[in-house]
């Protein structure tokens, strides 16, 4: 229904103006996502996927067409902390412990010290971080550093997590473990998460919707409403339903590759 779409882009279209002329990052974008959607979205290199989830968060803007957050523009929902992000790169400062991390945008946006130090403990047990707050990034490894990370991103209880990557340099067994963690994370707090990634296993298993996008400009290719049940053991990557998913999205990446 129209009341539960919280992300909405409609005819999106961007043109960056280069040196080397204009490049044309994305064309025809349009796509609904809804209220608790986990949105992945996949394609080659260069096909938009990270610039369409920075023009959510209003780091870019469309030179086309239009796009609501919330019901206003990117930027208004920017200003109103409609989300969080989590970049690629854990991007802790490694002089603050990672309960200081953490607090750095309570800090910026003057919630009392209280109120920090509550929604710091709330997100490290979120994020199975609990009792790490005094250490600092350099004690913890990759995969706790991005933890960190969500947490932070998670500190201020916006309900869109806007996630680019953020798995990509890890190894698999961490990155396995992640994704499981993201999916509990998830199914607590219910948020609408978009999901930036280039592995078509990853993207199959978290996701309720994948958005497979093709290559320079960048249009969607397909999107795939996943028939996976909400709970999800990482077994479920050999059943026939998962695979039959995998196959769809690996058959949208090569049709998106035809219109090169």
């Not at 979205?41 to 870019?60: D, M, Q, V, W």
């Not at 003057?110 to 920090?116: S, V």
């Not at 309720?208 to 795939?224: E, L, W, Y």
Request: proline residues 5%; hydrophobic residues 40%; aromatic residues 8%.
């Amino acid at each position: 229904m129209t009341q539960d779409v919280v992300i909405k882009a409609q005819n999106l279209d961007l043109t960056f103006q280069t040196n080397d002329g204009p490049v044309h990052a994305l064309k025809d974008i349009n796509l609904d996502i809804n209220k608790g959607d986990f949105v992945s979205f996949i394609g080659p290199s260069g096909c938009g996927k990270t610039t369409f989830l920075r023009t959510i968060a209003a780091l870019e803007n469309p030179t086309a067409g239009s796009i609501t957050v919330n019901g206003m523009s990117a930027e208004e929902a920017r200003k109103s902390r409609a989300y969080g992000y989590v970049f690629q790169a854990a991007g802790l400062y490694p002089w603050r412990t990672i309960a200081g991390n953490i607090k750095l945008p309570l800090e910026i946006m003057g919630f009392d010290k209280a109120e920090q130090n509550d929604r710091v403990e709330q997100v490290l047990e979120l994020v199975e971080l609990s009792g790490f707050g005094k250490k600092f990034p350099w004690q913890l490894s990759g995969g706790m550093q991005q933890r960190a990370s969500i947490a932070r991103a998670l500190a201020f209880d916006a309900d869109i997590l806007l996630m680019d990557e953020p798995f990509g340099a890890l190894d698999e067994i961490v990155r396995d473990h992640l994704n499981e963690q993201l999916l509990h994370l998830w199914g607590r707090t219910n948020k609408t998460i978009g999901f930036v990634t280039h592995s078509i296993p990853e993207a199959v298993y978290l996701s309720t919707k994948i958005v497979v996008m093709s290559p320079r400009p960048g249009r969607i290719a397909d999107v795939i409403e996943s028939t996976l049940p909400r709970e999800r053991p990482l077994d479920i990557r050999d059943t026939p339903e998962f695979l039959e998913i995998a196959h769809r999205v690996r058959e949208g990446l090569r049709a998106g590759h035809a219109y090169d």
